[in-house]
């Protein structure tokens, strides 16, 4: 699988899609990955609860599993810090595009050593994948710009932090 060294968001109003470019280490090339609204209605739901609820985060060994309403709490404060990180665009030029773009329908998301996830974004007949590998913070910057978007595109999504955000954490209770 290549690497990925940055990645573009952009909304099609003609296809009503979001629009990633993965920008490769290896090569000049870029890859267009569409995502739909149907996609994104079931993806970020999903990743915001496993991001939630810590299954995203590798318990380091000799610690003892957080609680859900930590792990909760510190998504939700995670999320807000990773708001604030200014996205670097890389300047993409029409030749570097790749031809063949694909349509996402599956996305595996993996937990990859210390604080580090791949997520793996695959077409229908499993042929083409595109693999991200980033932090927690980066993950829900990542997540983030796909609500903004959404938003944007005027799609009626739920924010999935909506739920995560009120929960609310006071250190020193046990649990």
Partial sequence: MKVVESVNFAYDGKTDRI????????????????????????????????VA??????????????????NRATAAREHTIARQIPLRKKQLKQSQLD?????????????????????????????REVGLQMSVLELHRFIDQLITLAA????????????????????????
């Fill in 99 to 127: 031809d063949q773009g694909f349509l996402a329908l599956f996305i595996t998301i993996k937990t990859r050593g210390e604080g580090n996830i791949l997520l793996v974004l695959t077409n229908e007949a499993k042929d």
């Fill in 19 to 50: 629009h990633l470019y993965a920008c490769f280490k290896e090569s000049a090339t870029v890859t267009r990955v569409e995502l739909t609204r149907r996609f994104l209605a079931q993806f970020l739901p999903s990743v915001s609860a496993r």
């Fill in 152 to 175: 944007q595109a005027e799609w009626g999504l739920p924010d999935p932090w909506a739920t995560v955000k009120s929960a609310s954490y006071q250190p020193g209770l046990a649990h």
């Fill in 53 to 70: 609820d810590g299954s995203v985060a590798p318990v380091r060994a000799g610690k003892i599993a957080p609680s859900a309403a930590h």
